[in-house]
């Protein structure tokens, strides 16, 4: 009688089956998929259980998104091995990708420079299992990012130092910039916006506290009128 792999639903063929630590079994398919991901998994499959390879999976459906929208953003990073890819992919760990680069660090040589949501990481992918050199640099601890076309430098200024990167594909530096400076802009926008609501709600529950102080407002009114302000927090 054949079985369905609880994974993908497909067949599960006794030839190329595993067996995962719950007694489970899973089809070829997906132990191939999941030995890309982890090698020797298939060896070891009964050291995994059912949820712990779905996650693996799922992590892997992720880098392949990552890879795309890396791609899309710079067709001349597709050269890149898929070992350092996955060293990218899990230096930026749960970020939103925004835009890269590959070029020269003027203190560290040859990486990659990565935008995500939070931070800007330049990546020295190193060798198989290290990295050479990753530098970190917080959005919001950013005081400019500008590039110069008349020597292909893209210039990032922080409070405690310069940092320059030079590039062979000036094409992509503005892209760049541009894609750093628009999320920093929108990020502080919504801050600004943020903050100036709970400003204004706060004004308006003191006085909303007043009213009831006068007799104008009871108290269920008040407590009434206090929780729909503070519902569009």
């Known amino acids: 009688m054949s079985m369905n792999c609880p994974i993908c639903e497909g067949k599960v063929s006794f030839w190329s089956k595993v067996t995962l630590q719950d007694n489970i079994e899973i089809c070829g398919d997906c132990k191939s998929d999941t ?7 298939s060896s070891n499959s009964n050291e995994f259980s059912l949820y712990q390879v779905k996650t693996l999976l799922k992590k ?3 880098f392949r998104e990552f890879v795309t929208k890396l791609f899309k953003a710079n067709s001349t990073l597709s050269d890149y091995s898929e070992t350092t890819l996955r060293k990218i992919f899990r230096a930026i760990n749960d970020d939103k990708l925004i835009h890269g ?3 020269k660090h003027f203190e560290r040589g040859f990486g990659t420079l990565i935008s995500t949501d939070k931070r800007l990481i330049f990546i020295d992918a190193g060798d198989y299992l290290t990295f050479a050199f990753k530098e970190t640099i917080a959005l919001d601890l950013i005081s400019s990012i500008d590039f110069s076309l008349s020597d292909n430098v893209i210039t990032i200024t922080i409070s405690q130092k310069t940092i320059k990167i030079e590039t062979d594909t000036p094409e992509y530096m503005a892209p760049f910039c541009d894609a750093v400076n628009g999320f920093i802009q929108n990020s502080s926008k919504e801050a600004d916006t943020q903050d100036y609501s709970v400003s204004v709600i706060l004004d308006l529950v003191e006085r909303l506290g007043k009213l009831r102080q006068n007799g104008i407002l009871t108290e269920d009114e008040f407590s009434a009128e206090k929780a729909k302000l503070f ?3």
């Open 101 to 103: 680069i590959f070029g």
């Open 35 to 41: 030995n890309k991901i982890y090698s020797g998994f």
């Open 231 to 233: 519902s569009k927090l």
């Open 60 to 62: 892997e459906v992720e």
